[in-house]
């Protein structure tokens, strides 16, 4: 398993397809591990965060928003892209403030996603919060989502029959489980970065 040479493409040249607000496509030459070239495109991208945020009673924050490449409203854990030289705990916490008006008293990093690894190299830092208070939202111009609570059970109800489609909140969903489950451990901070001394979600 360690020894991945037959597999590796090497770069060799770039072209730049298209650089617009958002996307970034790129086309690159390579070589394959039997000598012969071939190309790649794909969509390159700064990364991204997820936050499971867990209430007091243990209902978890949760998003409705209308996106326009599937011409659906989704259901969603809170999220958002990286700003340049963004730290990734930084963007969660600006994130959950911005689209839903909580800020957390704890935070953790449970792990990172690869949502679409056959086109983009993007990927979603998971963070869980707890101990959330509310404030004011504060969106971006022409962002409109609706904000709402739903026990897990509820959420898992909702990925089971496909009313749930969006893969970070699959995956979200998931970690859910095994953290409440005591499966996976969690390893909680303050606001300020110290260590919390529980690590349980519930």
């Given at each position: 398993?360690?020894?991945?040479?037959?597999?590796?493409?090497?770069?060799?040249?770039?072209?730049?397809l298209?650089?617009?607000?958002?996307?970034?496509?790129?086309?690159d030459?390579?070589?394959?591990?039997?000598?012969?070239?071939?190309?790649?495109?794909?969509?390159?991208?700064?990364?991204?965060?997820?936050?499971?945020?867990?209430?007091?009673?243990?209902?978890?924050?949760?998003?409705?928003q209308?996106?326009?490449?599937?011409?659906?409203?989704?259901?969603?854990?809170?999220?958002?892209?990286?700003?340049?030289?963004?730290?990734?705990?930084?963007?969660?916490?600006?994130?959950?403030l911005?689209?839903t008006g909580?800020?957390?008293?704890?935070?953790?990093?449970?792990?990172?996603?690869?949502?679409?690894?056959?086109?983009?190299?993007?990927?979603?830092?998971?963070?869980?919060?707890?101990?959330?208070?509310?404030?004011?939202?504060?969106?971006?111009?022409?962002?409109?989502?609706d904000?709402?609570?739903?026990t897990?059970a509820?959420?898992r109800?909702?990925?089971?029959?496909?009313?749930?489609?969006?893969?970070?909140?699959?995956?979200?969903?998931?970690?859910?489980?095994?953290?409440?489950?005591?499966?996976?451990?969690?390893?909680?901070?303050?606001?300020?970065?110290s260590?919390?001394?529980?690590?349980?979600?519930?």
């Amino acid at each position: 398993m360690n020894d991945d040479n037959h597999l590796i493409e090497t770069p060799l040249s770039r072209t730049e397809l298209l650089r617009g607000h958002f996307l970034h496509v790129v086309r690159d030459t390579v070589r394959l591990p039997g000598g012969a070239e071939a190309t790649r495109e794909y969509v390159l991208h700064p990364g991204a965060v997820m936050v499971i945020a867990l209430l007091d009673d243990g209902r978890v924050v949760l998003e409705r928003q209308f996106r326009h490449p599937m011409q659906a409203v989704m259901i969603e854990f809170p999220a958002g892209k990286l700003d340049e030289g963004e730290d990734s705990w930084v963007c969660a916490q600006r994130e959950l403030l911005e689209e839903t008006g909580y800020s957390a008293r704890e935070w953790a990093f449970a792990g990172r996603l690869a949502p679409t690894v056959a086109y983009s190299d993007e990927t979603i830092d998971i963070w869980f919060a707890r101990g959330l208070t509310l404030g004011e939202r504060q969106l971006d111009d022409g962002e409109l989502l609706d904000v709402f609570t739903a026990t897990p059970a509820e959420l898992r109800a909702w990925c089971f029959s496909g009313q749930v489609i969006d893969c970070k909140t699959l995956i979200g969903s998931m970690w859910m489980q095994n953290v409440q489950a005591g499966e996976w451990t969690l390893q909680w901070k303050d606001a300020a970065g110290s260590p919390s001394a529980g690590q349980s979600v519930a």
